[in-house]
């Protein structure tokens, strides 16, 4: 079963930090473009992030860039994505995807491997 799991959200203070992981079980990411998507309660899921499969490309929803940084370690199958700067705005249930393709995963949100499940929660609050 092709499977992605969510892991290090949690409550922080404004200006301060987190690092969520995205880690593959039952397939190797190395092919797959992952994006990172977030729901906040009563809005619907918005694309944060994205990146391709070699890690050459990448981009950013506007109200990210510069805060944000996505990075992948193919090697440990696991995806990041670093948050600094965190605004209470940021606050949602975060989730990875993936898609061989990262138009479909990053411009049509279609990923085929991604459940919108459990997700990992951020909330920044002071």
């Known amino acids: 079963q092709l499977q992605l799991v969510e892991s290090g959200g949690g409550l922080v203070q404004p200006g301060g930090s987190l690092r969520l992981s995205c880690v593959a079980s039952?397939?190797?990411?190395?092919?797959?473009?992952i994006g990172w998507f977030r729901q906040a309660p009563g809005k619907e899921r918005e694309g944060v992030s994205c990146?391709?499969?070699?890690?050459?490309?990448?981009n950013y929803a506007d109200s990210v860039k510069g805060r944000f940084t996505i990075s992948r370690d193919n090697a440990k199958n696991t995806v990041y994505l670093q948050m600094n700067s965190l605004k209470p705005e940021d606050t949602g249930n975060y989730y990875c995807?993936?898609?061989?393709?990262?138009?479909?995963?990053?411009?049509?949100?279609?990923?085929?491997?991604?459940?919108w499940g459990q997700g990992t929660q951020v909330t920044v609050s002071s």
């Open positions: 995807a993936a898609d061989p393709s990262l138009f479909r995963l990053c411009v049509l949100s279609l990923p085929s491997v991604g459940s």
């Open positions: 039952g397939f190797t990411l190395d092919s797959y473009a």
């Open positions: 990146i391709s499969s070699s890690g050459g490309r990448t």
